[in-house]
């Protein structure tokens, strides 16, 4: 089960270069059922998603660098391009800040991910991470992907 918030970030306000960062490339196999493919540096992992804003089934199989390059074929989709910066926030959580790339450019959100509703309910968050837009569809990566960042941005 995974079990996030996300929210849409203006600005980081210290570096990032302080902390880890992972290059992410990621496409969808199909957006109904949500089956994505994606390079996580060097892994390459297929996940399937179930339905569901803050908190949905996910499972996730690895698989090899052969497989990732051949079910990029069946895409349906473009690539989503992304730097991924993870920043402890206490209580054993952990921000994941992602910076988008190529068509996406501009856009920053930070995702966090908790080990229940309850938690993720109860999270306050800092106020540099922005507008929470974790039931808003437009924010998911399927949609991203697909149609681009919103044109009509939430207010961050």
């Known amino acids: ?44 992992i297929l996940t399937v998603k179930g339905r569901g804003d803050i908190a949905r089934a996910e499972f996730e199989l690895a698989i090899t660098r052969q497989e990732y390059i051949h079910l990029l074929q069946k895409a349906e989709t473009p690539m989503v391009c992304k730097k991924r910066y993870v920043v402890p926030i206490g209580d054993g959580l952990k921000a994941e800040i992602d910076i988008y790339e190529g068509k996406l450019s501009g856009l920053i959100t930070t995702e966090v991910e908790f080990a229940s509703v309850a938690q993720a309910e109860r999270f306050v968050p800092p106020d540099w991470f922005g507008k929470d837009v974790s039931q808003d569809h437009r924010y998911k990566n399927t949609s991203l992907s697909k149609h681009g960042i919103p044109s009509e941005q939430a207010d961050i």
């Open 1 to 44: 089960m995974e079990i996030e918030r996300k929210f849409l970030t203006k600005e980081i306000p210290f570096a990032l270069s302080a902390y880890p960062m992972h290059t992410i490339e990621q496409c969808y196999i199909s957006t109904s059922p949500t089956i994505r493919i994606r390079a996580y540096d060097d892994t390459y």
